[in-house]
Nanobody
Framework: QEQLVASGGGSVQAGGSLRLSCAPA???????MGWFRQAPGKEREVVAI???????RYGDSLEGRFAISQDTSKSTLYLQMNSVKPEDTAMYYC????????????????????????WGNGTLVTITS
């Protein structure tokens, strides 16, 4: 059931930057939020996770280019994407789940079917070469 709204997707040339947003992001203790992506013909993968304490974890090889953050005053989750590559092309989704043990627990749990409680609508990112 969609309860989050993701935005900010679009078409960007390789090497460029893009910032995705997701709202509302209710930072209730024990909840984590994350960005996920799914490319055509591929399985969904974790991009980045952030817990209510601000700890983060990234998918393989994405830390350093991508940064997840949250603005509690705006109840918004962000994903800053830098130095983007054609292989970053995918539908990007935000999601929230209850993982009181923190970011590592959330990261592993998010990979399971039904592992996240709320999902956004998805925003398409296309990277051109």
């Amino acid at each position: 059931q969609e309860q989050l709204v993701a935005s900010g997707g679009g078409s960007v040339q390789a090497g460029g930057s893009l910032r995705l947003s997701c709202a509302p992001a209710g930072y209730v203790d024990g909840y984590c939020m994350g960005w996920f992506r799914q490319a055509p013909g591929k399985e969904r993968e974790v991009v980045a996770i952030i817990d209510s304490g601000g700890s983060t974890r990234y998918g393989d090889s994405l830390e350093g280019r991508f940064a997840i953050s949250q603005d509690t005053s705006k109840s918004t989750l962000y994903l800053q994407m830098n130095s983007v590559k054609p292989e970053d092309t995918a539908m990007y989704y935000c999601a929230a789940g209850f993982y009181p043990l923190g970011v590592a627990d959330c990261y592993s749990g998010s990979l399971e079917d039904g592992g996240m409680d709320y999902w956004g609508n998805g925003t398409l990112v296309t990277i051109t070469s």
